[in-house]
T-cell receptor
Framework: NAGVTQTPKFRILKIGQSMTLQCTQD?????MYWYRQDPGMGLKLIYY???????DKGEVPNGYNVSRSTTEDFPLRLELAAPSQTSVYFC???????????FGPGTRLTVT | KQEVTQIPAALSVPEGENLVLNCSFT??????LQWFRQDPGKGLTSLLL?????REQTSGRLNASLDKSSGRSTLYIAASQPGDSATYLC???????????FGPGTSLSVIP
C-alpha cells in the first residue's frame, strides 16, 4: 500500500513552459486535493475532486487545471508557468467520513 | 471566512521541557481539527485528529485539546526531544469537503 505518490519530486521550469504534476493514490479515497505551500506559509487549496469526473476550484486556482478520469489519479496541469508558481505542491486524499487527510511527499517546483 | 493562526511562529526549547503550541480559528462551525508535523523538505505527517464533538486526543507524548466555543486548540508535547524538531501545522476542516484551512505553522527547535 503506497498511499499517495507524487511525481516528479523536483522540477525547474522556464517561464511560459507547461507541465503536469502527477498524483496517484491506492487507498480508494473519493476526495483528492491539490495544495501549494509557499515558504513560511500554510497550505492553500488549488483544486479538489469529490470523485471521478468531478472537480472544483479551491482558493487559488488561477494558472492551473485538473482532471479526474479515475479514482486513483488526479493530475495538476500548469500552463504558461510564471515565477509566482514557484512553490511546493502537495497532493492529498480524504476518505469518506472526513477523517484523517493523507498527504503525498510533495513536488518542489521552481519557475525561472 | 475562516482564518487560522498559530502562535508562536517559532519556538526554541531545551531538551526535556514540556511545551504547548497554539492554534486559533475564527469560525467555530468546524467538523474537525488535525495537527500535522512537517520535517524540512518533506510532506505532512498526521499527528492527531480531533472531531468537533471531542475535547482532546492523545498519542504517546502528544496531547491535543479542542475548545470550539473559544476557537482554540493546543498541542501539548511532553518531555521534548531533539527528534521533535519540525514545523507543526494545524488544519481546520469546515462542514464541507472543500473547506479546510491551514495555519502557517510553528517551527519548533529542541536543543540537546
Amino acid at each position: 500500500n503506497a498511499g499517495v505518490t507524487q511525481t516528479p519530486k523536483f522540477r525547474i521550469l522556464k517561464i511560459g513552459q507547461s507541465m503536469t504534476l502527477q498524483c496517484t493514490q491506492d487507498m480508494n479515497h473519493n476526495y483528492m486535493y491539490w495544495y501549494r505551500q509557499d515558504p513560511g506559509m500554510g497550505l492553500k487549496l488549488i483544486y479538489y475532486s469529490v470523485g471521478a469526473g468531478i472537480t472544483d476550484k479551491g482558493e487559488v486556482p488561477n494558472g492551473y487545471n485538473v482532471s479526474r478520469s479515475t479514482t486513483e489519479d488526479f493530475p495538476l496541469r500548469l500552463e504558461l508557468a510564471a515565477p509566482s508558481q514557484t512553490s511546493v505542491y502537495f497532493c492529498a486524499t480524504l476518505p469518506t467520513g472526513f477523517y484523517e487527510q493523507y498527504f503525498g511527499p510533495g513536488t518542489r517546483l521552481t519557475v525561472t | 471566512k475562516q482564518e487560522v493562526t498559530q502562535i508562536p511562529a517559532a519556538l526554541s526549547v531545551p531538551e526535556g521541557e514540556n511545551l504547548v503550541l497554539n492554534c486559533s480559528f475564527t469560525d467555530s462551525a468546524i467538523y474537525n481539527l488535525q495537527w500535522f508535523r512537517q520535517d524540512p523538505g518533506k510532506g505532512l505527517t498526521s499527528l492527531l485528529l480531533i472531531q468537533s464533538s471531542q475535547r482532546e486526543q492523545t498519542s504517546g507524548r502528544l496531547n491535543a485539546s479542542l475548545d470550539k466555543s473559544s476557537g482554540r486548540s493546543t498541542l501539548y508535547i511532553a518531555a521534548s526531544q531533539p527528534g521533535d524538531s519540525a514545523t507543526y501545522l494545524c488544519a481546520v476542516r469546515g462542514t464541507s469537503y472543500d473547506k479546510v484551512i491551514f495555519g502557517p505553522g510553528t517551527s519548533l527547535s529542541v536543543i540537546p
